[in-house]
């Protein structure tokens, strides 16, 4: 069940477009120009901020060593090579 304290209905208008009332926005620290990322999880529209999105992104690929690019390039030359 939705808590009240935390619900807030919204309405798509006629563009399938939602608008986040102020409330709302200044609960969330969010300001024009802000980009959202919209995912679907479970049947439920989940709005993060993308910048949450890219440090967890950049966070899993920190520990990554080398180049993905050469390793890829390398697996295709030897399948290239087997079916020759």
């Known amino acids: 069940m939705v808590k009240q304290s935390n619900s807030t209905t919204l309405t798509l208008d ?7 009332p102020k409330a ?5 620290g969010l300001k ?3 980009r959202l ?3 679907v999880e479970e ?6 901020p993308w910048e949450r999105v890219e440090a967890e992104l950049w966070g899993e690929v920190a520990g990554l060593e080398g180049s993905l690019a050469e390793e890829l390039l390398a697996e295709r030359r030897q399948e290239a090579a087997r079916d020759a």
């Open 32 to 34: 024009p120009g802000d």
């Open 37 to 39: 990322v919209a995912l």
């Open 24 to 28: 709302l926005r200044q609960r969330l």
């Open 43 to 48: 049947g439920r529209l989940v709005l993060l």
């Open 14 to 20: 006629p563009q399938g477009r939602v608008l986040l």
